[in-house]
């Protein structure tokens, strides 16, 4: 035991503080049970296009096994940049102002060890991605919750965000459309969350990997708000409109005084993202536009269903915009969103992630992935409804 004290104090406190992924922690325990409905890993269903997949064999084939550049691939980096300004209004330079990374996931991490000194209050609206309280804190950061509920359809006020604003606040976190909540923002709303961020000089991390995902109105990309494009480091990726979770390709915009320094830490941590990798995302976002039409559609088709047949069965459920995700409530079951997964989990066989591992505001509701098959979102509906009468 002594021994085992002394081994712990050469661990750093700040890794120590931090506790593991709950959505992997569901995932795992539900990957050693049979006939399990997984709604609980957020990742789409749909296998990467051929033509993805193929460009990166025929540079495997072509021998382009090497380094990139540091900041990722030329031809990648300008394929980025017109389709950010042709999709999103939001244009930035390919040679000095796009990082390629390692996932959507590193470019936060690049971002906020680029800008946050120990004691910085970063602002995070939640509910939230599962990392970006724990980052913060590994940087010496101090995570500050702005918390939004289903009244307001999961969206942050200006209000909201002013009220927790100190002299320590540097940088506000913000993703829509939103993960676990499918949450977006109109761009009025936007307008307003500007008019704060200006007046208090605060920086915006805008974590945008499902902007593609947004099924009733185009997605508003935060630097494209006038007076925001200076203000604003935008992340984003391959994995969730393109389907290539594994491929773990993402990229970082920003104005050339955070980019270059947030390339710098990618060279010292990662060298560059991987070169079959980034051959495959040049294909991606070049000539599969179609592709995730077609996979968005079906997504708009599977919210549709599953939102309408969980308010069916008596659980609330705001109409997510976004993202493919449901967040309904289970408030009336009288259980934590822990017990409800768990006791889910073992006696129906349906993997959810419980709201609360997003954070304070994600308690009373469970995450439910749509990103699988009709057939499996039906039975896990009668599971649920089962599940619940049981209670």
């Known amino acids: 035991m002594s021994m085992q004290k002394g081994h712990q104090s050469k661990l750093s406190d700040a890794v120590q503080r931090i506790q593991?992924?709950?959505?992997?922690?569901?995932?795992?325990?539900?990957?050693?049970?049979?006939?399990?409905?997984?709604?609980?890993?957020?990742?789409?269903?749909?296998?990467?296009?051929?033509?993805?997949?193929?460009?990166?064999?025929?540079?495997?084939?072509?021998?382009?096994?090497?380094?990139?550049?540091?900041?990722?691939?030329?031809?990648?980096?300008?394929?980025?940049a017109e389709y950010l300004s042709r999709q999103f209004y939001t244009n930035y330079s390919p040679e000095n102002e796009i990082v390629v990374t390692v996932g959507a996931s590193e470019g936060i991490d690049l971002a906020l060890r680029a800008t946050i000194n120990p004691g910085d209050e970063v602002l995070i609206v939640e509910p939230c991605f599962v990392s970006y309280a724990p980052l913060v804190s590994l940087v010496g950061g101090v995570?500050?919750?702005?918390?939004?509920?289903?009244?307001?359809?999961?969206?942050?006020s200006a209000s909201d965000i002013e009220k927790k604003i100190t002299q320590k606040t540097k940088v506000i976190l913000i993703s829509f459309p939103n993960n676990p909540t499918g949450a977006?923002?109109?761009?009025?709303?936007?307008?307003?969350?500007?008019?704060?961020?200006?007046?208090?000089?605060?920086?915006?991390?805008?974590?945008?990997?499902?902007?593609?995902?947004?099924?009733?109105?185009?997605?508003?990309?935060?630097?494209?708000?006038?007076?925001?494009w200076e203000r604003t480091i935008l992340i984003s990726g391959f994995s969730k409109a393109f389907a290539m979770t594994g491929w773990r390709l993402g990229y970082v915009c920003a104005p050339e005084m955070y980019a270059k320094e947030m390339l710098k830490i990618h060279q010292y941590a990662m060298m560059c993202a991987s070169t079959?990798?980034?051959?495959?995302?040049?294909?991606?976002?070049?000539?599969?536009?179609?592709?995730?039409?077609?996979m968005i559609v079906s997504y708009r088709q599977?919210?549709?269903?599953?939102?309408?047949?969980?308010?069916?069965?008596?659980?609330?459920?705001?109409?997510p915009g976004g993202a493919f995700y449901a967040f309904p409530?289970?408030?009336?079951?009288?259980?934590?969103?822990?017990?409800?997964?768990?006791?889910?989990?073992?006696?129906?066989?349906?993997?959810?992630?419980?709201g609360?591992?997003?954070?304070?505001?994600?308690?009373?509701?469970?995450?439910?992935?749509?990103?699988t098959s009709m057939e499996q979102l039906e039975e896990a509906v009668k599971r649920i409804e089962r599940f619940i009468k049981n209670i």
């Not at 399990?36 to 997949?53: A, C, H, K, Q, Y």
């Not at 079959?276 to 077609?294: C, D, F, G, K, R």
């Not at 609360?356 to 990103?371: D, K, M």
């Open 329 to 354: 409530s289970i408030k009336e079951t009288s259980l934590s969103s822990e017990e409800f997964a768990e006791k889910l989990l073992k006696e129906e066989k349906v993997a959810v992630v419980p």
């Open 143 to 156: 995570p500050i919750s702005i918390l939004t509920s289903i009244e307001n359809d999961f969206k942050v």
């Open 276 to 294: 079959m990798a980034q051959y495959a995302a040049l294909e991606a976002i070049t000539n599969s536009q179609e592709e995730m039409q077609e």
């Open 20 to 80: 593991p992924s709950g959505i992997r922690r569901f995932f795992d325990l539900a990957s050693t049970m049979e006939n399990v409905i997984s709604l609980g890993v957020g990742e789409p269903d749909f296998t990467t296009p051929w033509n993805v997949r193929e460009a990166s064999i025929a540079s495997l084939e072509r021998g382009m096994t090497s380094y990139t550049a540091n900041a990722g691939l030329i031809e990648l980096r300008e394929a980025i």
């Open 184 to 228: 977006v923002m109109p761009k009025e709303d936007l307008v307003e969350v500007a008019s704060v961020v200006r007046k208090y000089d605060l920086l915006v991390l805008s974590d945008e990997i499902y902007a593609e995902l947004s099924y009733d109105e185009s997605h508003v990309s935060f630097p494209s708000i006038e007076g925001m």
């Open 302 to 319: 599977r919210r549709n269903f599953f939102v309408k047949s969980l308010k069916e069965i008596g659980l609330d459920c705001h109409l």
């Open 356 to 371: 609360n591992v997003f954070g304070e505001g994600g308690e009373g509701h469970i995450r439910c992935s749509y990103a």
